[in-house]
């Protein structure tokens, strides 16, 4: 069947931690969307919605892309305004978590609920079925779960769970605009409590905590054993717990307690009472500012169990345990700490093995296959791999060797057997070339064949699968051109457009890179439909390395004994950065000379308006940050295609420069194009205060806002669709006989004038103690050029002009000793230094 499926307006109903934040997300889409809760007992029937809006404001990290986003939720209460609903396609129910409340919701809405409208529940544990209950029999086949993960924007997991009757046509529509429309991850989860990735996630801590018990560690030090060490977020397990709210926990936990008797370990479903303990005294964790840990002053306590008090968090790992830790190949990892004694090391194999045996056990129930569980674990708590590919990195013989080893003497959580698909002789893992283990298939399930899928190229991998990037035109160091490599039926090459992507650490611009781009343009030019730059890995760039490109390759050392020696001869020693704040990474130091630094920068001028000016379009496909020269790039590209979690700026002067790869020109050049001949200046200042703070864009929304993304540039939902969105706007350029800009030659600039009134708003600055004399002088350079230099106002000036003078204001801020201060800072602490 061929119908159009269209989202056209969401209702949201429950304005608390988890609706608001949908309803965020869902305007962070472009879908309009209406937010309910109950009306409000005095004043405003809204009020409940209403503080709830303004709750989403003071959100860290911000549940919206943009501030503008939020006139896009509409408030509304069940008292007043339930005849809305009928205008709704989708309806997502996240109400308190109780069956008689949301049963009682269900009755009351369902009158109400337009003819095609589905309805979904965000209940974390909650059956589907039940719930479903509460409907008439008619509207059951448009009532499913849809299970998202706090906070909504970020976590990439949502989980759909059908109910008996729910219509496989609309789940697989649902699923669809999940993807593409929301940009996340879907996994098709059955109705079971939980459903899956809380199901293993929270057994996983439950482990964590009984093993950390009969082995005495610390919380600080099961956090330090259990953070990057394993793959996962640095904030590990109990710093996890804090954020996610104490109650909340003890919440999931007790749903696995009164629903899950026949559970083998259902005995350790229960909330310890150190735990009880804080919920009762209100320490639920970060929300009531203290939980597992406490911020004292500056410093961060931990709570030891039997004291009941709070001490200072340490968090040591043994020197033996971190050099199993560190060892990146899983099997030599998990064979290394079940070989020691070190308590350590032991609670680590211990709370995987029960992991591991926990999975093996359960997946038949909970899951349809074991990528749907490696899949629910990674994207729903962070980890960078799930519980059965590692189990499969190890070996799954000798995995399950150990299991039944351990389970025979007694020290498993669980005495139960692994059921006879896993324990069965022949099997070296549930991952293959076919697809993934279904215990019900009895088959390796291939991957979702929904058409939505065909938009990812690159879909998210599975531990040990490799991604095959097309066919090499050429590579060098830090670079690598190709083109896809599918073929039309008729033999014709199906992709006639070339990528190039970098290969440079944090996508680092350096000298070879620069050649790189200039080399793919030409190629680009001479051979292809257009050039798409998009990295295989996110980001997109941390910004230039100006210094390796002067000196040829330099790589960036964390060497005390190098930062010395740049201090010897800091007077002779012409230092030079990339744009990153923040990224040690980004800065490289070496000896040179002026006229050799200023070739570089000439040659990063040219190497932008190449990409401007080529004959045929190149398109960036930005994901995460784009920093200082990346952000050159994308201003200089025909079209950008980013992903909503795209960071941009220009942060030069974080490191006491300037942009001058094209980034100050263009900055002058869009505010002259924006103002269309009116007053210039509030265009113009828009960009001076971004690039003389050195503001990066939270979302690809903001830097639109920035001025850094223009109207035609695209933004995507899903980084699994970036290359597939850029591909189709590249062809739809070229479609319509790409022709590149024509350079324009009267730019008119605020001229001096522009630049005093900059500068007066600076000595105020100055003079209040708010910014520094060195921040004055780099602002003052930045003004003169995005003004034009020293001009009258209204001078027409052209490109070179401008970039002439950023190139200038360059060579003059590199010279002072305060900007090599700032380069030597940031080299070695990996953070500004606002001197
Ligand atoms: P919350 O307590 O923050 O908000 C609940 C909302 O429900 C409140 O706005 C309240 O006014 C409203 N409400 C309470 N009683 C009601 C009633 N009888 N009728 C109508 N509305 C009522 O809860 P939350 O954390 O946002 O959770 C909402 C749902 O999302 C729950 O089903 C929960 O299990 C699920 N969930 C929560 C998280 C999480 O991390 N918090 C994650 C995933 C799913």
């Given at each position: 069947?061929?119908?159009?499926?269209?989202?056209?307006?969401v209702?949201?109903?429950?304005?608390g931690v988890?609706?608001?934040q949908?309803?965020a997300h869902?305007v962070?889409?472009?879908?309009?969307?209406?937010?309910?809760?109950l009306?409000?007992?005095?004043?405003?029937p809204?009020?409940?919605?209403?503080?709830?809006?303004?709750?989403?404001?003071?959100l860290?990290?911000s549940?919206l892309a943009s501030p503008?986003?939020?006139?896009?939720?509409?408030?509304a209460?069940?008292?007043?305004h339930?005849e809305q609903?009928?205008?709704c396609?989708?309806?997502?129910e996240?109400?308190?978590?109780?069956?008689?409340w949301?049963?009682?919701?269900?009755h009351?809405v369902a009158?109400?609920?337009?003819?095609?409208?589905?309805?979904?529940?965000?209940?974390?544990?909650?059956?589907?079925?039940?719930?479903?209950?509460?409907f008439?029999?008619?509207?059951?086949?448009r009532?499913?779960?849809?299970?998202?993960?706090?906070?909504p924007?970020?976590?990439?997991?949502?989980e759909?769970?059908?109910?008996?009757?729910?219509?496989?046509?609309?789940?697989d529509?649902l699923?669809t605009?999940?993807v593409?429309?929301?940009?996340?991850?879907?996994?098709?989860?059955?109705?079971?409590?939980?459903?899956?990735?809380?199901?293993?996630?929270?057994?996983?801590?439950l482990?964590?905590?009984?093993?950390a018990?009969?082995?005495?560690l610390g919380f600080?030090?099961?956090?330090?054993?259990t953070?990057?060490?394993?793959?996962?977020?640095?904030?590990?397990t109990f710093r996890t717990l804090?954020?996610?709210?104490l109650?909340?926990?003890?919440?999931?936990?007790?749903?696995?307690?009164?629903n899950?008797?026949?559970?083998?370990w259902?005995?350790?479903f229960a909330?310890?009472d150190?735990?009880n303990?804080?919920?009762e005294?209100?320490?639920?964790?970060?929300?009531s500012?203290r939980?597992v840990?406490?911020?004292?002053?500056?410093?961060?306590?931990?709570?030891?169990?039997?004291?009941?008090?709070?001490?200072?968090?340490a968090g040591k790992?043994?020197?033996?345990?971190?050099?199993?830790?560190?060892?990146?190949d899983?099997?030599?990892k998990?064979?290394?700490?079940?070989n020691?004694?070190h308590?350590?090391?032991?609670?680590?194999?211990?709370?995987?093995?029960?992991?591991?045996?926990y999975?093996?056990?359960h997946?038949?129930?909970?899951?349809?296959?074991?990528?749907?569980?490696?899949f629910?674990?990674r994207w729903?708590?962070?980890w960078?791999?799930g519980?059965?590919e590692?189990?499969q990195?190890?070996?799954w013989?000798k995995?399950?060797?150990?299991?039944?080893?351990?389970?025979?003497a007694?020290?498993?959580?669980?005495?139960v057997?692994?059921?006879?698909?896993?324990q069965?002789?022949?099997?070296?893992?549930?991952?293959?070339?076919?697809?993934s283990?279904?215990?019900?298939?009895?088959?390796?399930?291939p991957?979702?064949?929904?058409?939505?899928?065909?938009?990812?190229?690159f879909?998210?991998?599975?531990l040990?699968?490799?991604a095959?990037?097309?066919?090499?035109?050429?590579e060098n160091?830090?670079?690598?051109?190709?083109?896809?490599s599918?073929k039309?039926?008729?033999?014709?090459?199906?992709?006639d457009?070339?990528?190039?992507s970098?290969?440079?650490?944090?996508?680092?611009?350096?000298?070879e890179?620069?050649?790189?781009?200039?080399?793919a343009?030409?190629?680009a030019?001479a051979?292809?439909r257009?050039?798409?730059?998009w990295?295989t890995?996110?980001?997109?760039?941390?910004?230039?390395?100006?210094l390796?490109?002067?000196q040829?390759?330099?790589?960036?050392s964390?060497?005390?004994?190098?930062f010395?020696?740049?201090?010897?001869?800091?007077n002779?020693v012409?230092?030079?950065v990339?744009?990153?704040g923040?990224?040690?990474?980004?800065?490289?130091?070496?000896t040179?000379?002026?006229p050799?630094v200023?070739?570089?920068?000439?040659?990063?001028?040219?190497?932008?308006?190449?990409?401007?000016?080529?004959?045929?379009?190149?398109v960036?496909?930005?994901?995460?940050?784009?920093l200082?020269?990346?952000?050159e790039?994308?201003?200089?590209?025909?079209r950008v295609?980013?992903?909503?979690?795209?960071?941009i700026g220009?942060v030069?002067?974080g490191?006491g420069?300037?942009?001058?790869?094209?980034?100050s020109?263009?900055?002058?050049?869009?505010?002259?194009?924006?103002?269309?001949g009116?007053?210039?200046?509030?265009?113009l200042?828009r960009y001076?205060?971004?690039?003389?703070m050195?503001e990066?864009?939270?979302s690809?929304?903001?830097a639109?806002?920035m001025?850094?993304?223009?109207?035609g540039?695209?933004?995507?939902m899903?980084h699994?669709?970036?290359?597939?969105?850029?591909k189709?706007?590249?062809?739809?350029l070229?479609?319509?006989?790409?022709?590149?800009p024509?350079?324009?030659?009267?730019?008119?600039v605020?001229?001096r004038?522009?630049?005093?009134?900059?500068?007066?708003?600076?000595?105020?600055?100055?003079?209040?103690?708010?910014?520094s004399?060195?921040d004055?002088?780099?602002?003052c350079?930045?003004?003169?050029t995005l003004?034009?230099?020293?001009?009258?106002?209204?001078?027409?000036?052209?490109e070179?002009w401008?970039?002439?003078?950023?190139r200038?204001?360059?060579?003059?801020?590199?010279a002072t000793?305060?900007t090599?201060?700032?380069?030597?800072?940031?080299?070695?602490?990996?953070?500004?230094?606002?001197?």
């Amino acid at each position: 069947m061929n119908e159009n499926f269209h989202i056209r307006k969401v209702a949201v109903l429950g304005a608390g931690v988890m609706g608001a934040q949908i309803a965020a997300h869902l305007v962070n889409a472009n879908v309009p969307t209406i937010l309910f809760d109950l009306p409000a007992r005095e004043g405003d029937p809204n009020g409940i919605v209403n503080k709830a809006l303004d709750g989403l404001k003071k959100l860290e990290p911000s549940p919206l892309a943009s501030p503008a986003k939020l006139n896009f939720i509409a408030a509304a209460n069940y008292g007043q305004h339930l005849e809305q609903l009928r205008d709704c396609d989708l309806v997502i129910e996240a109400i308190a978590e109780r069956m008689d409340w949301k049963s009682e919701l269900y009755h009351k809405v369902a009158p109400y609920l337009g003819e095609r409208t589905i309805f979904a529940s965000n209940t974390s544990g909650l059956s589907i079925n039940k719930l479903a209950e509460a409907f008439p029999e008619n509207l059951r086949h448009r009532f499913c779960g849809i299970h998202f993960f706090n906070p909504p924007r970020y976590m990439h997991l949502v989980e759909l769970i059908a109910c008996e009757k729910t219509d496989a046509l609309l789940l697989d529509q649902l699923e669809t605009f999940l993807v593409s429309g929301l940009g996340k991850g879907v996994v098709r989860a059955k109705d079971t409590p939980n459903f899956i990735a809380n199901r293993i996630g929270v057994f996983s801590l439950l482990a964590t905590l009984h093993h950390a018990e009969r082995l005495g560690l610390g919380f600080d030090t099961v956090d330090a054993l259990t953070g990057s060490y394993l793959g996962r977020p640095k904030s590990a397990t109990f710093r996890t717990l804090d954020v996610v709210g104490l109650d909340t926990f003890a919440h999931v936990v007790n749903t696995m307690r009164d629903n899950l008797h026949d559970d083998p370990w259902h005995s350790y479903f229960a909330v310890p009472d150190w735990l009880n303990g804080l919920i009762e005294q209100g320490a639920l964790g970060q929300k009531s500012r203290r939980g597992v840990y406490q911020k004292v002053g500056k410093d961060i306590h931990v709570l030891v169990v039997h004291t009941k008090k709070y001490r200072l968090s340490a968090g040591k790992v043994d020197d033996t345990v971190k050099e199993l830790l560190r060892q990146r190949d899983w099997a030599a990892k998990l064979e290394g700490l079940r070989n020691s004694a070190h308590p350590q090391a032991q609670f680590v194999w211990r709370v995987f093995r029960d992991v591991f045996h926990y999975c093996g056990v359960h997946l038949p129930r909970i899951a349809d296959n074991a990528r749907d569980l490696d899949f629910a674990v990674r994207w729903g708590f962070g980890w960078g791999s799930g519980p059965f590919e590692i189990w499969q990195a190890v070996g799954w013989q000798k995995v399950l060797g150990w299991i039944n080893e351990e389970r025979a003497a007694g020290k498993t959580m669980s005495d139960v057997e692994l059921p006879h698909w896993a324990q069965d002789p022949a099997r070296t893992g549930v991952h293959s070339a076919q697809g993934s283990y279904s215990p019900a298939l009895g088959i390796d399930q291939p991957r979702s064949v929904l058409p939505v899928y065909r938009r990812q190229e690159f879909p998210e991998r599975l531990l040990g699968e490799e991604a095959h990037y097309g066919e090499t035109i050429f590579e060098n160091e830090s670079v690598r051109m190709w083109h896809g490599s599918e073929k039309l039926m008729d033999g014709h090459p199906n992709d006639d457009i070339a990528i190039l992507s970098f290969k440079s650490k944090m996508h680092i611009i350096g000298d070879e890179v620069l050649d790189g781009i200039l080399r793919a343009v030409d190629e680009a030019e001479a051979n292809w439909r257009g050039l798409i730059i998009w990295q295989t890995e996110p980001p997109f760039s941390a910004g230039a390395n100006l210094l390796q490109l002067m000196q040829g390759v330099q790589p960036a050392s964390e060497d005390a004994g190098m930062f010395d020696k740049l201090k010897q001869a800091a007077n002779r020693v012409k230092y030079t950065v990339a744009g990153g704040g923040g990224l040690s990474q980004v800065l490289n130091a070496a000896t040179g000379n002026v006229p050799q630094v200023e070739a570089v920068v000439a040659k990063f001028q040219q190497v932008t308006q190449r990409i401007k000016y080529a004959q045929v379009p190149v398109v960036s496909a930005v994901d995460g940050l784009a920093l200082g020269g990346g952000c050159e790039i994308i201003m200089h590209s025909a079209r950008v295609v980013a992903t909503l979690e795209s960071y941009i700026g220009l942060v030069e002067v974080g490191v006491g420069i300037l942009p001058a790869g094209g980034g100050s020109k263009e900055a002058a050049l869009r505010a002259a194009q924006e103002a269309k001949g009116g007053d210039l200046f509030p265009f113009l200042k828009r960009y001076f205060q971004n690039i003389a703070m050195g503001e990066v864009a939270k979302s690809a929304e903001l830097a639109r806002e920035m001025g850094y993304l223009r109207a035609g540039d695209r933004i995507v939902m899903n980084h699994f669709e970036l290359l597939h969105v850029a591909k189709n706007e590249l062809r739809a350029l070229t479609a319509t006989d790409y022709r590149p800009p024509l350079p324009p030659t009267q730019i008119p600039v605020a001229g001096r004038t522009g630049t005093a009134t900059l500068q007066a708003a600076m000595i105020n600055m100055l003079e209040g103690g708010f910014i520094s004399a060195h921040d004055y002088k780099v602002g003052c350079a930045v003004a003169d050029t995005l003004c034009g230099g020293d001009v009258e106002a209204g001078s027409l000036v052209d490109e070179q002009w401008l970039l002439d003078l950023e190139r200038k204001h360059f060579m003059e801020l590199l010279a002072t000793d305060k900007t090599q201060e700032r380069i030597e800072y940031m080299l070695k602490n990996g953070k500004p230094l606002r001197n």
